[in-house]
């Protein structure tokens, strides 16, 4: 190693034993003060060199912007929040008054039509109806995940799950809702419910599920009720 390499090694050396007495004695500096206003640090965003003092009270102008930011960030979800929880509300009381399962369907799709901007609303039972779709569907092994775990799914659907939802409207819908109608208490799931954007950003799995959760878990106990009947 030369000369000029030997003394960078020795000058690094230094500053790192600087640093640690720095780190290890935090005070430092509360007991040479006047340090504050010699020490120079070159200007974040170019130009001429500034005091600590100064580089301070810039990361605090900045760290200050951020929080605000944040804050209004959170300002907003929470409106957004409120606005769905109400229109959630809306759809639940409507659905409670539907006289049967024709009828929870219809106000279903018009609620999230609506109120929640869906492009098209699905709804698949499973049974022996004419109307129904059978246990036996070879087209319900494309759904065995998300009916095994009784979670919704959002996002970017399979082509396959599209065409079943959807029918031929699966070929425009580029995001999804899946929402399988299931209850803890029962051993299957009463059917599919499929809500479709053809807005390929309006659905992604990383959305908060917790209304969609609700709204599955009311739907399938109002659909079950009339189906009792």
Known sequence: MNEHGEASEVILAQEREIADYLHKHPDFFQRHEYLLE???LPHPHGGKAISLIE???GLMREQKQSLKK???QLSQSARTNELLLE???ALILTLIDSTSIDDAVERMRQGLHQDFHADAVELHLFGDQAHEVSRDDPALKHFQTVLHNRRPICGHLRHEQLRFLF???GEEIASAVLIPLCEPAQDGCLGLLG???ID???Y???MDTLFVNHLGAVATRILRAHRER
């Open 38 to 40: 010699e020490l120079v």
């Open 55 to 57: 580089r301070q009270v």
């Open 70 to 72: 944040q804050l209004q």
């Open 87 to 89: 229109r959630l509300q």
């Open 167 to 169: 029918g031929e409207r």
């Open 195 to 197: 809500i479709g954007s």
């Open 200 to 202: 390929a950003k309006r």
């Open 204 to 206: 992604h799995p990383a």
